[in-house]
T-cell receptor, first 116, second 114 residues
Framework: DARVTQTPRHKVTEMGQEVTMRCQPI?????VFWYRQTMMQGLELLAY????????DSGMPKDRFSAEMPDATLATLKIQPSEPRDSAVYFC??????????????FGPGTRLTVL | EDKVVQSPLSLVVHEGDTVTLNCSYE??????LLWYKQEKKAPTFLFML????IEKKSGRLSSILDKKELSSILNITATQTGDSAIYLC??????????????FGTGTLLAVQP
């Protein structure tokens, strides 16, 4: 069945290293969202794409985070350099372009990032 | 600032109990309210509500939106241990176009004891 996939599922890295997370949205979905979830902050929206164009990245620390959609089947979130405070679960979600459930987002399994 | 608040923050009940989870919102350009269930993985979609007073139901779960009170409730009857999860409420904002961003509450942690 159709689902959002994310890689890697787990990542442990050292402070200062670059981290790249990947997401494959559900085929046919034209919106992609990146979220970060921590115990303290809950689910925070980092960035949001529609038809591969970035619409809102106001939730993302611009100095170290970047998000792109090189094609319709791949979204990436990069952190360079990583810091311990970036440790969290990063979720990707996608949404369909039309229909009565247009606000429904479908989440991938997440990438659990630990920065030492 | 757009805000979604859920209560209680956490809840412990026994199997068979009925629970009511609350979600209230203060947002500009309200479009929809969604409920998600999150176990030890990704949030999974439960309901989307757009009209006041119309109950959505799925098995033992039901939800209703009150636009006058800017709130929604999620009811779970005859709870089971498998209902233990974080329940997330999110509000969709109307910026025009399809699939707009959601503002999430911090969730209610429900623990159902046998």
């Amino acid at each position: 069945d159709a689902r959002v996939t994310q890689t890697p599922r787990h990542k442990v890295t050292e402070m200062g290293q670059e981290v790249t997370m990947r997401c494959q949205p559900i085929l046919g979905h034209n919106t992609v969202f990146w979220y970060r979830q921590t115990m303290m902050q809950g689910l925070e929206l980092l960035a949001y794409f529609r038809n591969r164009a970035p619409l809102d990245d106001s939730g993302m620390p611009k100095d170290r985070f970047s998000a792109e959609m090189p094609d319709a089947t791949l979204a990436t979130l990069k952190i360079q350099p990583s810091e311990p405070r970036d440790s969290a679960v990063y979720f990707c979600a996608s949404g369909a372009p039309t229909g009565w459930h247009t606000d429904t987002q479908y989440f991938g399994p997440g990438t659990r990032l630990t920065v030492l | 600032e757009d805000k979604v608040v859920q209560s209680p923050l956490s809840l412990v009940v026994h199997e068979g109990d009925t629970v009511t989870l609350n979600c209230s919102y203060e947002v500009t350009n309200f479009r929809s309210l969604l409920w998600y269930k999150q176990e030890k993985k990704a949030p999974t979609f439960l309901f989307m509500l757009t009209s006041s007073g119309i109950e959505k139901k799925s098995g033992r779960l039901s939800s209703i939106l009150d636009k006058k009170e800017l709130s929604s409730i999620l009811n779970i009857t005859a709870t089971q241990t498998g209902d233990s999860a974080i329940y997330l409420c999110a509000v969709g904002l109307n910026y025009g176009g399809a699939t707009n961003k959601l503002i999430f509450g911090t969730g209610t942690l429900l623990a159902v004891q046998p």
